[in-house]
């Protein structure tokens, strides 16, 4: 078997679009040659919406982006590098992609293609060697989801601030040392906060709001009034104003906010429910705001919403 630097390996980290009767691939896109576990199988978003990337917010726009015209698109953060990819879900074609924490894998996004070129300096070439890596495994982006609004056209995103000191283990690794490689994660130079809950314009890409926190951010989720609830490695889980993200309640749960919060109703009365427990990804994330640490009980919590 082929390995090495200047492979493919397709179809990781990839978005693939299959025809439901044939199984067939229709179109691919590989985001990202993955040699650091920054994998991207998290959830990707179906909307319909205007196209009009803002070239002060959105670094990589494809020159065949009409503004403003209708597209069918699949957009989100599919991967741990944190960007954010938008393609016409039809056709596969690329229209653009924006960052959101620090990062430095991909040194740019081909704006014909949508491939991601890989900054060849954080490549691992042989044993023993050590890299700055940002984001770390645990990802800008994690399995913790993002959420859509029809209400107000803008997407939600739980992010993590992290970067990692990487060692490469052996030149031939064994199965045992799993990526062959170590990894200590921090907070990348200069920044406090491991939390980011980021509302980004599916039509333009623009920042509409960004909120900072010491503790990491999980699951999301956005309700037809206008509220967005989520939680954090600290246990807190609150509600939000979708439009500006103002806190309007909060409670601790005294625990890591693991699960994805998730909505119902019963005559008449509606309820959100949320669980809690501990997962790799938040112990991780918790241990860059120690003095803000909590527990790790499975629990689930039910709040009814006011009639």
Known sequence: MLAGNDEQYLYHNSTLALDG??????????????????????????????????PGSVEWISPRVRPGETRRVLTGIPGKTGLVYTVDRETGQFLWARETVMQNVIAEVNTESGAGVINEENLFTGADQERFICPSLNGGKNFPSGAYSPLTGLMYFPLHNTCAEMISLAEEPSLDELYAIDSRIVLPPGVENAGTIEAISVETGETAWKLEQRA?????????????????????????????GEVLWEVSLGSHVTGYPATYAVNGRQYVAVSTGGSLNTLSIANLAPERRAATANNLYVFALPE
């Open 216 to 244: 990491g951010a999980t699951s999301l989720m956005t309700t037809g009034s206008g509220l967005l609830f989520g939680g954090d490695t600290m246990g807190m889980f609150k509600a939000y104003d979708q439009e500006s």
């Open 21 to 54: 009767d044939t199984g067939e691939i229709v179109w691919y896109m590989q985001h990202v040659v993955d040699h650091w576990d920054l994998d991207h199988p998290f959830e990707r978003l179906l909307i319909d919406t205007a196209v009009t990337p803002d």
